[in-house]
């Protein structure tokens, strides 16, 4: 079974490794999982984020049985599958703490995607999670719920989260996530207020479907 899936593996621990070394998560922080059938491949707790290979991947099964017992599965592994139970066009999800990004999770509504068309276009109307005690039933509970409005969520005083059908659908969303977030703190110390008009984010939520 694990020859077979030796692709899936590597693709979630290549993901983790390239978090680490864009600086979007620190060694023992984050999580990558991706979902094919009835499975889902997922970062383990207690490994180097930075050097994690294939092999050091657990496997769940969708209902949270551990495929993988000699590996301890990560501890948001059940905010991974209730969001793949809830949303079954989701292949892939990324977690992490970008270091802006998770500044700004303090409040809401402090990262606007309002204010440039990529940021629009990827991330869409991000929802906000209220801060719930990391690892818990209750934060899978409410992180899963927001992830039903939303393929980006930002997590109080935690990090960010974010979501696609494919690996690089969810690592992009959440790389532009970052940069929009600096981008929001550059504007605030040159006090730039000028957004894309409410008529031209119509326009482009049409385009990319977003509600």
Not at 2 to 9: A, D, G, P, S, Y
């Amino acid at each position: 079974m694990f020859i077979q899936h030796k692709k899936h593996r590597t693709i979630v621990a290549e993901t983790m490794q390239r978090l680490y070394n864009r600086g979007l998560t620190t060694t023992s922080g984050g999580n990558v999982s991706m979902r094919v059938n009835d499975l889902v491949f997922i970062t383990p707790s207690q490994t180097d984020k930075g050097k994690i290979k294939h092999r050091e991947i657990g496997i769940l099964t969708i209902d949270g049985k551990n495929r993988t017992p000699a590996l301890k599965p990560s501890m948001e592994s059940e905010m991974h599958l209730e969001i793949y139970r809830k949303r079954p066009d989701i292949k892939s999800i990324v977690h992490a703490h970008p270091f802006t990004a998770s500044t700004l999770a303090a409040e809401e509504s402090l990262i606007e995607t309002d204010i440039a068309g990529e940021a629009r276009a990827v991330l869409g109307n991000p929802q906000f999670a209220p801060y719930c005690t990391m690892g818990t039933k209750e934060l899978a509970e409410v992180v899963s719920n927001k992830a039903l409005k939303s393929n980006v969520v930002i997590m109080q005083h935690h990090g960010v989260i974010t979501m696609g059908e494919s690996m690089l659908q969810a690592f992009d969303r959440l790389e532009v996530l970052e940069m929009t977030a600096r981008t929001m703190v550059i504007r605030r110390i040159l006090n730039i207020t000028q957004k894309i008009s409410p008529e031209d984010i119509q326009i482009i939520d049409d385009m990319f479907g977003i509600k």
